[in-house]
């Protein structure tokens, strides 16, 4: 049995004020909705319950008190009634370490973004008239990066006739609402007859064929102004600091509105498909969050106020700190971005829509740098590229102060990959535009290399090395500069596969067998360690959902275990990596899931496009650049710090953008 329960719905009872036990509230929903089945209590206790608890971050009063309400009750139903399942769903994981304690961690899951395959597939399905065009007039463009997702793919579709697409979200949005009102104005209702909510001048407006600009609405009459109002009156009452969809008494609607037509504009917005009203609990709220979080944006892009999104950045005042985060972090759970204010895409949505986008982004950096930078880097916000040379060299440095959080560091980078990061030189070659890499210099010398400690057979004992000087990235290549090798064909070029078993890959043959046989390399260590596993979990080194995937892997069948590396590893020519992943995507993390055929074309591509001879580094040459002549033990030095690297202890579970470890940098 499954039951289906929004959590905005979660708050004080009005006599009491208090916030009901998670438990009691379950059985009072499931009582009004299911009368004629058994009580919640009896599925609880026969552990055939799954609960599908949607929108954590939207508890009208989120915050400690609400999610560690939830986290006791999970704790109650581990004991008491275990069998039974709980899903949450949340926006982000500002809620991660509230909800999953160490004793008792709640795995995660990312919902990924939808793939090219999947857009185009969702777009034939839904769009069969001009969904050809549409997909042809996407693809390859920024926008196509903005709507990856069901909700936007929908609403991109409900408006267009031709294949044309909108400038990005904010015009995504403004679209669906000025077809909405054609709709209403055409069909002759009485609110949207020229009058009291909607002006002469905007029916007329809307009855001809003039193109509008991106983002304009017939605001004329009062209808829509009194939208945005009300947005801005529902997002700014909230009572967390968590974006989140509000929901308010009729009554109070009306007063926030303080309009002689408040009834009728209420009546309108949901004839428009943007308000929802519950009668059952005499409540309104916008339909979606998003149209919600766009309304505010309008209001917000008239009268930019940057102050709601200030967010403390640096070392000695982020609450709660690193050391405290990571303290409190199940070992499952990824480390969770800082702390959001609840207004971060409201002003995402309003910098495309301001009037003077480059004031709003600039004023908009004193409060949350990172936050602007992702501003100016969307496609339809049009500022200087000298704005933007500013906006970079600020996170540039963000990323590199010591005196910023881990968190505020990460953020800065990932917003500069979108940017555009300065310290790569964009360049065009005879074989098509490329990123040319800095370059660290390194002295030949005499390099101390190996280690005398055992901790890997196969490494050798402290021994010298003579190398010559040579020059090595900065940085691994990133996803940026990948994507233009694929954008320059450099998958269907054979030029640069230059052996016979690289042109065989490269056409398709045994491109999953590599990868095939690494996996089965690591499932006889697991099956050779396998009473180990747990000790290693014990002592830290593993996570919890390390041991629980690798004991089912060792205990598989041949012909489960092989089932499954096909359906990771899909046979059959490549064209991009094979790690398609949101949380590694970014144009600054290093590019992942490619082999080292792949990689040697690339850098055979980057030497064509230079002139300069490109070559994977050796095995010493690696080692040399990380320890330096002086042989550390580590590359930011001889005693571990995990606030220096990515590595297990920083939950960071994924690559990071690259240059954001300023004390390894300063060093190497």
Same mark, same amino acid.
């Given at each position: 049995?499954?039951?289906?329960?929004?959590?905005?719905?979660?708050?004080?009872?009005?006599?009491?004020?208090?916030?009901?036990?998670?438990?009691?509230?379950?059985?009072?929903?499931?009582?009004?909705?299911?009368?004629?089945?058994?009580?919640?209590?009896?599925?609880?206790?026969?552990?055939?319950?799954?609960?599908?608890?949607?929108?954590?971050?939207?508890?009208?009063?989120?915050?400690?008190?609400?999610?560690?309400?939830?986290?006791?009750?999970?704790?109650?139903?581990?004991?008491?009634?275990?069998?039974?399942?709980?899903?949450? &769903?949340?926006?982000?994981?500002?809620? &991660?370490?509230?909800?999953?304690?160490?004793?008792?961690?709640?795995?995660?899951?990312?919902?990924?973004?939808?793939?090219?395959?999947?857009?185009?597939?969702?777009?034939?399905?839904?769009?069969?008239?001009?969904?050809?065009?549409?997909?042809?007039?996407?693809?390859?463009?920024?926008?196509?990066?903005?709507?990856?997702?069901?909700?936007?793919?929908?609403?991109?579709?409900?408006?267009?006739?031709?294949?044309?697409?909108?400038?990005?979200?904010?015009?995504?949005?403004?679209?669906?609402?000025? %077809?909405?009102?054609?709709?209403?104005?055409?069909?002759?209702?009485?609110?949207?007859?020229?009058?009291?909510?909607?002006?002469?001048?905007?029916?007329?407006?809307?009855?001809?064929?003039?193109?509008?600009?991106?983002?304009?609405?017939?605001?004329?009459?009062?209808?829509?102004?009194?939208? &945005?109002?009300?947005?801005?009156?529902?997002?700014?009452?909230?009572?967390?600091?968590?974006?989140?969809?509000?929901?308010?008494?009729?009554?109070?609607?009306?007063?926030?509105?303080?309009?002689?037509?408040?009834?009728?504009?209420?009546?309108?917005?949901?004839?428009?498909?943007?308000?929802?009203?519950?009668?059952?609990?005499?409540?309104?709220?916008?339909?979606?969050?998003?149209?919600?979080?766009?309304?505010?944006?309008?209001?917000?892009?008239?009268?930019?106020?940057?102050?709601?999104?200030?967010?403390?950045?640096?070392?000695?005042?982020?609450?709660?700190?690193?050391?405290?985060?990571?303290?409190?972090?199940?070992?499952?759970?990824?480390?969770?971005?800082?702390?959001?204010?609840?207004?971060?895409?409201?002003?995402?949505?309003?910098?495309?829509?301001? &009037?003077?986008?480059?004031?709003?982004?600039?004023?908009?950096?004193?409060?949350?740098?990172?936050?602007?930078?992702?501003?100016?880097?969307?496609?339809?916000?049009?500022?200087?590229?000298?704005?933007?040379?500013?906006?970079?060299?600020?996170?540039?440095?963000?990323?590199?102060?010591?005196?910023?959080?881990?968190?505020?560091?990460?953020?800065?980078?990932?917003?500069?990959?979108?940017?555009?990061?300065?310290?790569?030189?964009?360049?065009?070659?005879?074989?098509?535009?490329?990123?040319?890499?800095?370059?660290?210099?390194?002295?030949?010398?005499?390099?101390?290399?190996?280690?005398?400690?055992?901790?890997?057979?196969?490494?050798?004992?402290?021994?010298?090395?003579?190398?010559?000087?040579?020059?090595?990235?900065?940085?691994?290549?990133?996803?940026?500069?990948?994507?233009?090798?694929?954008?320059?064909?450099?998958?269907?070029?054979?030029?640069?596969?230059?052996?016979?078993?690289?042109?065989?890959?490269?056409?398709?043959?045994?491109?999953?067998?590599?990868?095939?046989?690494?996996? %089965?390399?690591?499932?006889?260590?697991?099956?050779?360690?396998?009473?180990?596993?747990?000790?290693?979990?014990?002592?830290?080194?593993?996570?919890?959902?390390?041991?629980?995937?690798?004991?089912?892997?060792?205990?598989?069948?041949?012909?489960?275990?092989?089932?499954?590396?096909?359906?990771?590893?899909?046979?059959?020519?490549?064209?991009?990596?094979?790690?398609?992943?949101?949380?590694?995507?970014?144009?600054?993390?290093?590019?992942?899931?490619?082999?080292?055929?792949?990689?040697?074309?690339?850098?055979?591509?980057?030497?064509?496009?230079?002139?300069?001879?490109?070559?994977?580094?050796?095995?010493?040459?690696?080692?040399?650049?990380?320890?330096?002549?002086?042989?550390? %033990?580590?590359?930011?030095?001889?005693?571990?710090?995990?606030?220096?690297?990515?590595?297990?202890?920083?939950?960071?579970?994924?690559?990071?953008?690259?240059?954001?470890?300023?004390?390894?940098?300063?060093?190497?």
């Amino acid at each position: 049995m499954t039951f289906f329960v929004p959590l905005n719905d979660f708050k004080p009872a009005r006599d009491t004020h208090r916030l009901p036990l998670p438990k009691d509230w379950l059985a009072a929903q499931w009582a009004t909705r299911y009368r004629d089945l058994p009580a919640l209590e009896t599925f609880l206790q026969e552990q055939r319950l799954t609960l599908l608890l949607d929108a954590l971050n939207e508890m009208p009063t989120a915050g400690t008190e609400s999610v560690q309400l939830w986290r006791d009750f999970l704790g109650e139903l581990e004991q008491t009634y275990p069998g039974n399942r709980v899903v949450f &769903s949340c926006r982000t994981l500002d809620y &991660s370490v509230l909800l999953s304690p160490r004793e008792r961690p709640v795995r995660q899951v990312r919902i990924e973004s939808l793939s090219n395959a999947q857009v185009e597939e969702f777009i034939a399905l839904y769009c069969p008239e001009h969904g050809t065009t549409l997909w042809q007039n996407l693809r390859n463009t920024p926008q196509l990066d903005l709507l990856r997702s069901p909700y936007y793919l929908k609403l991109l579709m409900a408006q267009t006739t031709t294949g044309d697409i909108p400038a990005g979200r904010a015009a995504l949005f403004t679209g669906f609402v000025r %077809r909405a009102l054609q709709r209403e104005v055409q069909g002759g209702g009485r609110l949207f007859q020229p009058g009291a909510l909607v002006h002469q001048r905007d029916v007329e407006r809307l009855s001809t064929a003039h193109p509008w600009p991106p983002f304009a609405l017939p605001e004329s009459g009062p209808l829509l102004p009194n939208l &945005s109002i009300l947005a801005w009156q529902m997002q700014t009452r909230r009572l967390v600091t968590v974006a989140s969809q509000v929901r308010i008494t009729y009554d109070e609607a009306l007063q926030m509105l303080d309009h002689q037509d408040a009834v009728d504009i209420l009546q309108a917005g949901g004839a428009l498909g943007v308000l929802d009203e519950d009668r059952g609990r005499n409540e309104v709220l916008y339909v979606h969050q998003l149209l919600q979080e766009y309304f505010a944006a309008r209001l917000l892009a008239r009268q930019p106020q940057p102050a709601p999104v200030q967010q403390e950045w640096r070392v000695d005042r982020v609450i709660p700190d690193l050391p405290s985060t990571l303290r409190d972090l199940a070992d499952t759970d990824p480390l969770p971005p800082l702390p959001s204010t609840g207004w971060e895409e409201t002003i995402v949505l309003a910098a495309a829509m301001a &009037s003077d986008p480059a004031r709003f982004i600039t004023d908009l950096m004193a409060y949350n740098l990172a936050l602007a930078g992702r501003c100016a880097a969307q496609p339809e916000v049009a500022v200087s590229e000298a704005l933007k040379a500013t906006v970079r060299r600020a996170l540039l440095e963000r990323t590199q102060n010591p005196r910023a959080d881990l968190r505020a560091r990460i953020a800065a980078g990932l917003a500069l990959g979108e940017l555009g990061d300065p310290r790569f030189a964009r360049r065009d070659g005879p074989y098509g535009t490329y990123l040319l890499p800095p370059l660290i210099e390194l002295p030949g010398g005499t390099y101390h290399l190996g280690s005398d400690e055992g901790l890997y057979a196969d490494e050798a004992s402290v021994h010298r090395v003579v190398l010559a000087p040579f020059a090595l990235g900065q940085f691994p290549v990133t996803n940026a500069e990948w994507a233009l090798f694929m954008q320059a064909g450099g998958y269907d070029e054979e030029r640069w596969w230059d052996t016979e078993e690289a042109r065989a890959w490269q056409r398709g043959e045994s491109t999953a067998e590599g990868s095939k046989q690494q996996w %089965r390399e690591i499932r006889k260590a697991f099956q050779d360690h396998f009473d180990s596993l747990r000790q290693w979990h014990q002592a830290g080194r593993i996570t919890s959902t390390d041991v629980e995937y690798w004991e089912r892997y060792a205990r598989m069948s041949d012909a489960d275990f092989e089932a499954l590396l096909d359906a990771w590893y899909p046979a059959g020519r490549q064209t991009q990596p094979r790690w398609n992943d949101d949380a590694y995507n970014n144009p600054a993390q290093p590019v992942v899931g490619i082999c080292w055929f792949e990689a040697r074309a690339y850098c055979a591509w980057l030497s064509a496009q230079t002139g300069q001879p490109f070559r994977l580094p050796t095995e010493a040459e690696w080692e040399a650049a990380a320890r330096g002549l002086p042989g550390r %033990r580590y590359a930011f030095g001889d005693n571990f710090d995990p606030s220096y690297c990515t590595t297990f202890e920083t939950h960071i579970r994924s690559t990071t953008p690259i240059g954001v470890f300023p004390r390894s940098l300063s060093e190497n």
